[in-house]
């Protein structure tokens, strides 16, 4: 059984900064998975926020602006570094993992950024 455990969110003041993690247990062979993290605002739909596929690559949605950087540390956990925040960042932020049609979810973890 796959389980991503998240941690990391909270509430900051715009300009401010949170480091995400998420780490991955269940598999032997995380390093076949891509990973990465999607967020959540009330009343949006789920977006893609950054993503490393299992070669390395790195993708960003549009509104991250060279803000965000996406790492993975070891084949099993992620980390994203977001810096510069905006209120319009607040959402609920989630790791996801894939791999062909396996996909799982963390429970998500808040992020909060006032004005």
């Known amino acids: 059984q796959v389980q991503l455990v998240e941690s990391g969110g909270g509430a900051v003041q715009a300009g401010g900064s949170l480091r995400l993690s998420c780490v991955a247990s269940?598999?032997?062979?995380?390093?076949?998975?891509?990973m990465g993290w999607y967020r959540q605002a009330p009343g949006k739909e789920r977006e893609l926020v950054s993503y490393?596929?299992?070669?390395?690559?790195k993708h960003y949605g549009d509104f991250v602006k060279n803000r965000f950087t996406i790492s993975r540390d070891r084949a099993n956990t992620m980390s994203l570094q977001m810096n510069s925040l905006k209120p319009e960042d607040t959402a609920v932020y989630y790791c996801?993992?894939?791999?062909?049609?396996?996909?799982?979810w963390g429970q998500g973890t808040q992020v909060t950024v006032s004005a």
């Open positions: 490393v596929t299992n070669g390395g690559s």
């Open positions: 996801k993992v894939s791999y062909d049609s396996e996909v799982y």
């Open positions: 269940g598999r032997t062979d995380f390093s076949i998975y891509g």
